[in-house]
């Protein structure tokens, strides 16, 4: 351990002069190796791209044009925030869609976990049955809901009809007003069963004497819902909140199998106008700065989520 501690103090010059170059590979060259594949994946397949999007942000770069690829400075991103015209409503609709879509999820998963957590009939069975849609691919799961949803031949129009609810078909995924509560319902049912599992397992590990004390005490259900299991939930809520925003904001496979980002603009978030700008009309240097205004919401997005609700974790 003390030579240890000398090496970690030591300047890296001073091992050189001192001659304990192959004493410090002795001890550390295996570590450093298992850690080598490692860097390497991510200086190959994060970084460079992260960087590669952000310079190519900065150029006038369409594959299409036939012209070479010009610097442009901020011209992509003075495109986007004056003159693109979708931008500002694209980015509207990316909030709603994270926002929204882990607060349904949310929503969802508290109750579901509550009642997983009871002791219920068949409780594992309902368990593994609840993590089905979570761990079914994205894409399927879009095709499956578009179906679910077509205004002619649809699951839900024809049990809406059946009891009475509507009278005539619904376009769902072609209504600018029903479009977005349709494509949020796939979202958290493709993302509570993860929320779900979590809060089982904080549930599990509150000490039921606790609750006990408490229900002695008078408090009903409710009040110890609120006053001893949510607040001992809080540091589990705080994460999976945290990797639900994430995880919302790359759906892009389940709006582009639902709507394709349409009718219009309408259901277009970042992730699908970067797409359709960088792969279908080609114009790299703007469906890069698509994604660096992008990854710069995701940036700003978590600040927030941690400012408000990352106080007193510990």
Known sequence: MSKILEFREAAPQEIFRRGRWKSFVRSHGFGYVLLAPVVLYLIAFQFYPLFETIRLSFYDYSLISGKPMTFAGFGNYKELLTNDKAFWRIFINSLVWVIGSTALQFLIAIPAALILFSKIRGRGLWRGLMMVPWVSPVVIIGIVWKWIYDGHYGLFNYYLKSLHLIQDDVIWLGHDTLVWPALLLTSAWKGFPYIALML???????????????????????????????????????????????????????????????????????????????????????????????????????????????????
């Open 200 to 314: 089982i397992s904080g549930l599990t590990g509150i000490s039921k004497e606790m609750l006990e004390a408490a229900h002695v005490d008078g408090a009903t259900a409710w009040q110890r819902f609120t006053r001893i299991t949510l607040p001992l939930l809080k540091p589990i809520m705080y994460v999976t909140g945290l990797v639900s925003l994430v995880s919302s904001w790359t759906k892009f496979e389940m709006i582009w199998a639902l709507t394709g980002g349409g009718p219009g603009y309408a259901t277009s978030i970042l992730p699908t106008y970067l797409y359709t700008n960088s792969f279908v009309y080609f114009d790299l240097g703007k469906g890069s700065a698509i994604a660096s205004l992008s990854m710069l919401l995701v940036i700003i997005i978590v600040m927030l989520y941690s400012r408000l609700f990352g106080r007193n974790m510990d």
